[in-house]
């Protein structure tokens, strides 16, 4: 079983393609966060996804509401992909993808970027 699931703020604001066949695809990159205790200091690290989804009923929440800093939650699965760069040079990505009918992205209204910080959130 290949299945992920991610929270996270959105790096920049997503990026939508449309395909040969007319098909979509939006991309976006996923910041999430862990923290740990050493010795008594606290310690983060973030990690960063490159998240594409090719489900229409995901463009459309992305579209009307996933922007920089947006919280969400994303269902999916891992994709290790190859390609050969511009230089000739073979490089590889890891991808988190949407694509079925088990899998979405989940906007967060509590983590609105678009909204000016209020005492509750």
């Known amino acids: 079983m290949n299945k992920i699931q991610?929270?996270?703020r959105v790096g920049s604001d997503p990026e939508f393609r449309t395909l040969n066949n007319?098909?979509?695809v939006a991309t976006f990159r996923l910041a999430?966060?862990?923290?740990?205790?050493?010795?008594g200091e606290r310690?983060?690290?973030?990690?960063?996804?490159?998240?594409?989804?090719?489900?229409p009923a995901d463009i459309k929440v992305i579209e009307e509401?996933?922007?920089k800093g947006a919280l969400v939650r994303i269902d999916g699965t891992l994709r290790n992909e190859d390609y050969t760069d511009?230089?000739?040079v073979k490089r590889y990505a890891t991808k988190v993808v949407t694509s079925d009918w088990e899998h979405g992205i989940y906007f967060d209204p509590r983590g609105d970027?678009?909204?000016e910080p209020t005492e509750e959130n």
């Open 6 to 8: 991610l929270s996270g």
């Open 22 to 24: 007319g098909g979509r």
């Open 32 to 39: 999430t966060e862990e923290s740990w205790m050493v010795e």
């Open 43 to 55: 310690k983060k690290r973030t990690t960063w996804h490159t998240v594409e989804t090719f489900r």
């Open 65 to 67: 509401t996933v922007r």
């Open 86 to 88: 511009k230089d000739g």
């Open 113 to 115: 970027a678009r909204r």
